[in-house]
C-alpha cells in the first residue's frame, strides 16, 4: 500500500469519500484522474474501492481508513499498486543546502520525467552532474567535458571525510565508547545515535556500492533502443 496526499483527491463522494484522485498511472506514465467505484466497508476502520485510469482504463486499489465516527480519516488514503513517476530522494535537502540552482535542476529532472519527457529529463540529469561536478571539482577542472569532471571527482573529492571521527566515538573515552563499561548508562538517544551511525556506515561503506554495480548490470543488460533512420525496419 502506498500512501497517497490528501491534496491528490480532486472531488468526494456526498459522504466525504474521494470520487476522484489525480496522480501519475503507473501504466500509461500519464498524469490522470482516477475515478472511484462506490466504496465498500470492511470491518469499521477501513473501506475500499477500486478505481479507474481515465486515460487506459487501468485498475488500481484504493484503501480509506475511518475514524471513530465512521468517517474518512485525514491522511490515509492508501493505493496499491504505487502510482508511476518517481518521489524525491531522501535527503535532497542537503543538494539543496550545497547549492540551490543544483537542487532545482534535480527538481526539473524529476518533474520532466514524472511527465513522461524521457529525453528533456536525461538532459537535464546531465546538466545537473555538470553542475555538480563543477561544484565540487578545483577551479582549474571545471571547465573539462562531463566524462573528464566525472573521472576527476575521484581525485578530487575527499571520499574519507565522512569516516573522519568514527574512530574516536568509539574510543575508551570516546561519545559512544564511554558507555560500554556499563551498559544501563545507555539510553535511548544514545542507542538510536549509534544505530543511526551505523546505517550511514552501511549506506556508504555496502549499500551504495552494492547498489552502484546492480545499476551498471541493468544499464548493460538493458535493451538498446534502435537509433532513427538506422535503416532497421
Ligand atoms: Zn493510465
Known amino acids: 500500500m502506498h500512501h497517497l496526499p490528501d491534496s491528490s483527491i480532486q472531488a468526494r463522494f456526498a459522504n466525504g469519500f474521494a470520487r476522484t484522485v489525480e496522480l501519475i498511472c503507473p501504466q500509461c506514465h500519464e498524469k490522470a484522474i482516477f475515478e472511484a467505484h ?3 466497508e470492511h470491518g469499521r476502520q477501513v473501506v475500499a474501492t477500486e478505481m479507474q485510469c481515465s486515460r487506459c482504463e487501468n485498475e488500481m486499489l484504493l484503501v480509506q481508513l475511518l475514524d471513530d465516527m465512521g468517517s474518512s480519516k485525514p491522511g490515509s488514503l492508501f493505493t496499491y499498486p504505487a502510482p508511476g513517476g518517481r518521489s524525491t530522494m531522501p535527503g535532497a535537502q542537503h543538494l539543496q543546502a550545497l547549492s540551490g540552482p543544483l537542487a532545482r ?10 511527465h513522461a519527457e524521457w529525453g528533456a529529463a536525461a538532459l537535464t540529469v546531465r546538466h545537473l552532474l555538470e553542475g555538480l561536478a563543477a561544484r565540487l ?12 569532471q566525472l573521472e576527476a571527482l575521484q ?4 571520499f574519507a571525510r565522512p569516516l573522519q571521527d568514527i574512530a574516536q566515538l568509539m574510543a575508551p573515552d570516546g561519545a559512544f565508547g564511554r558507555h560500554f563499561d556499563d551498559e544501563s548508562s545507555i539510553d535511548k538517544v544514545t542507542a538510536e545515535h549509534m544505530l543511526e551511525l551505523a546505517e550511514q556506515l552501511l549506506q556508504y ?3 551504495l556500492p552494492g547498489e552502484m554495480v546492480d545499476l551498471r548490470s541493468r544499464i548493460a543488460t538493458a535493451p538498446v533502443p534502435l537509433r ?3 535503416g532497421v525496419a
Do not use: T
Request: cysteine-free; charged content about 25%.
Open 38 to 40: 462506490p466504496w465498500q
Open 228 to 230: 532513427r533512420g538506422s
Open 205 to 207: 561503506l555496502v549499500v
Open 105 to 114: 535542476s534535480y527538481d526539473s529532472a524529476l518533474k520532466l520525467y514524472n
Open 155 to 158: 581525485h578530487d573529492v575527499d
Open 137 to 148: 571539482l578545483p577551479a582549474d577542472k571545471r571547465s573539462l567535458p562531463l566524462p573528464r
